[in-house]
């Protein structure tokens, strides 16, 4: 069945560095959906990724999309405090007519000052 | 309204006991997810409307597990008999198009069953 991998599980970085987390799916994609959860909070629609090897900025985030629609990338450039939390792919895989998102388990973040 | 709303946002049931958790999604969103999330883990996924029709319910763990959506609109996610590995945050999300458009969460129901 559908899974999808997230990699690493717990992230621990000093404020300033970088920080990337993976997403690995067994199947193809027709999109990619990256969420952060807040400790305590919901998740919450970063961005969408649609076509192969699409690459989106948003300020210090940039999320990239693999060619086979397998894979994604989530790296954030010179953490700050406020980016802890826990972030989320998701995605319907390819040729789902009902669009049941499946998430990753996750990679939590936790940024020391 | 304004985003999707769920309530109650706690609950501590006696095993045994049925509840009925509650969504309300955003005005004109035609899907409406619900997820069950344990700590530290992803939303696993439990059913799938779209309008009233519920497309895809085979995410609920067992015929405990029962959701409904009779308008097209407000959905009640009803679980009989809680038993103790029921516990955990039941999340609702609606977006316009499915998994193919931004879904937006509630806040959840954390649900305790003791």
């Known amino acids: 069945g559908q899974q999808v991998m997230q990699i690493p599980q717990y992230q621990h970085v000093q404020e300033g560095e970088d920080f990337t987390t993976y997403c690995n799916s067994s199947?193809?994609?027709?999109?990619i959906q990256w969420y952060k959860q807040r400790p305590g909070g919901h998740p919450v629609f970063l961005i969408q990724?649609?076509?192969?090897?699409e690459v989106k900025k948003q300020k210090r985030l940039t999320f990239q999309f693999g060619e086979a629609k397998k894979n994604s990338s989530l790296h954030i450039t010179a953490t700050q405090t406020t980016d802890v939390g826990t972030y989320f792919c998701?995605?319907?895989?390819?040729?789902?007519?009902?669009?049941?998102?499946?998430f990753g388990r996750g990679t939590q973040l936790t940024v020391w000052p | 309204g304004a985003g999707v709303s769920q309530s109650p946002r706690y609950k501590v049931a006696k095993r045994g006991q049925d509840v009925a958790l509650r969504c309300d999604p955003i005005?004109?969103?035609?899907?409406l997810f619900w997820y069950q999330q344990a700590l530290g883990q992803g939303p696993e996924f439990l059913t799938y409307?779209?309008?009233?029709?519920?497309?895809?319910k085979s995410g609920l763990p067992s015929d405990r597990f029962f959701a409904e959506r009779p308008e097209g609109s407000v959905s009640t996610l009803k679980i009989q008999r809680t038993q103790q590995e029921d516990s955990a945050v039941y999340l609702c999300?609606?977006?316009?198009?499915?998994?193919?458009?931004?879904?937006?969460f509630g806040q959840g129901t954390r649900l305790t069953v003791v």
């Open positions: 999300a609606s977006s316009l198009a499915g998994g193919f458009t931004e879904a937006f």
């Open positions: 199947t193809t994609l027709s999109n």
């Open positions: 990724l649609v076509k192969s090897g």
């Open positions: 998701a995605g319907p895989h390819r040729g789902s007519t009902l669009g049941r998102l499946y």
């Open positions: 005005s004109g969103h035609v899907s």
């Open positions: 409307f779209q309008n009233e029709a519920q497309l895809d």
